[in-house]
């Protein structure tokens, strides 16, 4: 079992700048990749940025540039960096994780998401 917190999501301005965190907790062996994705209303969930335990990332094309991920594997945290926001960045960002619990035992969890409202 595993539990994906977020935090950091808010109101902020159009070219400011916010940073969510997400923390795994439970008993498992390791955490695989972690991401962020997000969904905006009446749209499809989209991936925004993973990052593997050895740390490669990857992006999607519309944040390059403008969001970091990274995470903390001592304290089972990923972050993400959001620099220049945008409107169209607006939505509701969910933490996820690959975890292994123990040989051939892999599960994927879903943080409960944060809104994230980019507006004058």
């Known amino acids: 079992q595993a539990q994906l917190v977020e935090s950091g999501g808010g109101l902020v301005q159009p070219g400011g700048s916010l940073r969510l965190s997400c923390v795994a907790s439970?008993?498992?062996?390791?955490?695989?990749?972690m991401g962020w994705y997000r969904q905006a209303p009446g749209k499809q969930r989209e991936l925004v940025a993973s990052?593997?335990?050895?740390?490669?990332?990857d992006y999607a094309e519309s944040v390059k540039g403008r969001f970091t991920i990274s995470r903390d594997n001592t304290k089972n945290t990923v972050y993400l960096q959001m620099n220049s926001l945008k409107p169209e960045d607006t939505a509701v960002y969910y933490c996820?994780?690959?975890?292994?619990?123990?040989?051939?035992?892999?599960?994927?969890?879903w943080g409960q998401g944060t809104q994230v409202t980019v507006s004058s």
């Open positions: 996820n994780a690959g975890v292994f619990f123990r040989i051939n035992d892999f599960r994927n969890y």
């Open positions: 439970g008993r498992f062996f390791s955490i695989k990749t």
């Open positions: 990052i593997t335990g050895d740390y490669s990332t």
